[in-house]
């Protein structure tokens, strides 16, 4: 039996923006309609972050837009929500955040045999001159594909 997971939400610009050093699986506590908003791919990690308070992960500025089918029940666009992972995990993440200056970023929600799951990331930022040197290489490499392509 293969797990089954599909992706909803995924945040491509982390990958430009942060050097990934390691990426954690996370769970995330949803309230009804927001799962339906996500699966109907409602939603943006474009500004989110992780961050650790009181011993507990907690999923910042990412966007899940209101479903369109819920009434006065709705979600609140913008709130906090609680990613569940297991309390030594938690605390290697704050412990490499504060001590060696990374980052906590996540990189995608999605679907796995029916539960939402967050991909987080311990990252470190990329400075503008590494960012350069990546579009560089990668500018570079589809020139060679192209002479490979013509000849």
């Given at each position: 039996m293969g797990e089954k997971t599909k992706e909803l939400v995924s945040n491509r610009r982390a990958r430009f923006d942060f050097e990934i050093i390691e990426t954690f699986e996370t769970?995330?506590?949803?309230?009804?309609t927001e799962i339906k908003s996500l699966r109907e791919n409602g939603g943006s990690l474009q500004e989110a972050y992780v961050k650790v308070e009181n011993n507990e992960l907690w999923?910042?500025?990412?966007?899940i837009a209101p479903y369109k089918f819920g009434n006065i029940n709705n979600h609140e666009e913008k709130r906090m929500r609680k990613l569940l992972m297991h309390k030594n995990e938690i605390k290697k993440l704050k412990k490499a955040s504060q001590e060696k200056g990374l980052t906590i970023v996540p990189l995608s929600i999605y679907l796995k045999n029916g539960r939402a799951k967050v991909k987080i990331a311990l990252a470190k930022g990329k400075k503008s001159h590494d960012k350069r040197a990546v579009i560089k290489e990668r500018d570079e490499k589809r020139r060679i594909q192209r002479m490979m392509k013509n000849d």
């Open positions: 769970g995330i506590a949803l309230v009804g999923l910042v500025a990412c966007t």
